[in-house]
């Protein structure tokens, strides 16, 4: 699909002016609620594991995403405020979206994950989606703010990602194949659903827009083919899902 405006072709102050298309804004103030939401969403589950870890290399590690993934929330959120949106605001354009089996990984990590494994496949579930998205989707945006937070970010995360990989490869000396497998089965559905339907309707108009440049079906294919290599190397067992939106176990 061809897109209609080009990267970091859109300044706020031309929102705030009134310059450009309201409906390009409705659809950029979902794009960021989305964006701030999933990486609360991250920020509350990597400070609910804490109370479940008692490896300090680990618990190190969650500390110091907690922190990060709380700096980039407000981030998101004073983007935001910049287009005269409030918090609430944008978190109310996901309630039909929010129990969609795109926010399931978020939603899990927030509420259930417990234990290092569990952080484990956290990373490898939503540090590793993140990366894709920040460095295939938002990089590229045609909301000029949007793009240079997601460069910046984008190092982080992928050196973040890097950290998560490494782990992978040992967790199953340390916790043991079976139980690391286990826990493999049960997220990796949730993470390849994360990108969201193939070809939807708002996906095409994020496309179009230039707020993305994938789409969602590349994005979980990417994804999995990755998750594939990660989980040769550490010995693990890749699960086997059914092709399309919502996957689930084959």
């Given amino acids: 699909m061809n897109r209609s405006l080009e990267p970091r072709a859109v300044e706020a102050w031309e929102i705030q002016a009134g310059r450009i298309d309201p409906y390009y804004v409705k659809v950029l103030t979902r794009v960021l609620a989305a964006h701030a939401m999933t990486q609360k969403m991250a920020a509350t589950g990597y400070r609910r594991t804490l109370d479940t870890i008692a490896d300090p ?24 405020e910049e287009l005269g949106v409030t ?11 929010w129990r969609s089996p795109s926010f399931e990984a978020a939603r899990f990590f927030a509420e259930q994950a417990q234990g290092e494994v569990d952080l484990l496949m956290a990373g490898l579930s939503l540090e590793t989606t993140g990366l894709l998205v920040l460095g295939i989707n938002y990089v590229d945006s045609s909301y000029a703010p949007h793009a240079r937070l997601a460069q910046s970010e984008l190092e982080e995360k992928a050196a973040n990602d890097q950290v998560f990989s490494d782990l992978l490869a040992d967790a199953a000396a340390r916790f043991g194949l079976q139980a690391v497998g286990e826990r493999l089965i049960r997220w990796l559905p949730m993470a390849a659903n994360f990108f969201g339907p193939a070809g939807s309707g708002f996906t ?40 399309a939106y919502p996957r689930r176990l084959a």
């Fill in 57 to 80: 290399s680990l618990r190190a590690l969650a500390e110091r995403n907690h922190a990060r993934e709380r700096l980039h929330v407000r981030a998101v959120y004073r983007m935001l």
């Fill in 87 to 97: 918090e609430r605001a944008a978190e109310r354009t996901l309630l039909s979206a």
């Fill in 204 to 243: 095409n108009e994020c496309l179009r827009l230039g707020l993305k440049r994938k789409d969602n079906q590349e994005l979980a294919e990417l994804y999995l083919s990755m998750v594939a290599r990660r989980c040769a190397c550490a010995g693990l067992n890749m699960p086997r899902l059914t092709g």
